[in-house]
């Protein structure tokens, strides 16, 4: 049966939404190519219709969750509080896949850490553009910080098993951030 051009379009879609779920909550390697296309609604064996491995998988499916992401904007102080928040630390799956896979990318295919280092760049730009200060070198530097900030509370309230210090973390973090905008 002959699947259409709108059907084979969704189809990828759901393989990269659940792929790039699966992939945030669990890390690459634990993830199968047969749990993605299950959780897709889908065959394994249609997989490679769709992708040529799971490195194309990874990559792409990076490509997606960064294209449909909310890039920070004017309102820095909101997209601080909503990134450092704690309703954030707990949807891995649905939550920043910078946070989530950044150290497991450093060991991926060039493809998906191409997509990762796009993903820093334009963050980057986008918070800079909403940055306090006089120059473009002192706007991104600022960014730069807040974002590595950012990204290295929610690994650390993460990896935390002690809840009251990982909220502590994100609560300093963000506190911290806030008042170097004010």
């Known amino acids: 049966m002959k699947v259409s051009r709108e059907q084979v379009a969704e189809n990828r879609r759901n393989i990269l939404e659940a792929a790039s779920r699966l992939f945030r909550a669990k890390g690459y390697e634990a993830v199968t190519v047969s749990e993605v296309m299950k959780a897709a609604g889908l065959t394994h064996g249609g997989f490679y219709g769709y992708f040529a491995s799971k490195d194309d998988l990874v990559a792409q499916s990076l490509a997606h969750v960064f294209s449909t992401a909310v890039p920070a904007g004017a309102n820095v102080a909101g997209y601080v509080t909503q990134y450092l928040s704690s309703a954030h630390l707990k949807d891995c799956a649905g939550?920043?896949?910078?946070?989530?896979?950044?150290?497991?990318?450093?060991?991926?295919?060039?493809?998906?850490?191409?997509?990762?280092?796009?993903?820093?760049?334009?963050?980057?730009?986008?918070?800079?553009?909403?940055?306090?200060?006089?120059?473009?070198?002192?706007?991104?530097?600022?960014?730069?910080?807040?974002?590595?900030?950012?990204?290295?509370?929610?690994?650390?309230?993460?990896?935390?098993?002690?809840?009251?210090?990982?909220?502590?973390?994100?609560?300093?973090?963000?506190e911290w951030l806030l008042a170097s905008e004010a």
Request: charge should be neutral.
């Open 95 to 174: 939550g920043c896949p910078m946070a989530g896979l950044a150290s497991e990318t450093s060991r991926q295919a060039p493809e998906a850490r191409a997509q990762m280092t796009g993903s820093i760049r334009r963050q980057i730009e986008s918070l800079s553009q909403a940055m306090a200060g006089a120059t473009v070198e002192e706007k991104r530097r600022a960014a730069t910080g807040s974002w590595a900030a950012m990204v290295g509370a929610m690994v650390l309230a993460r990896v935390c098993d002690d809840p009251q210090l990982a909220d502590q973390v994100l609560s300093d973090t963000r």
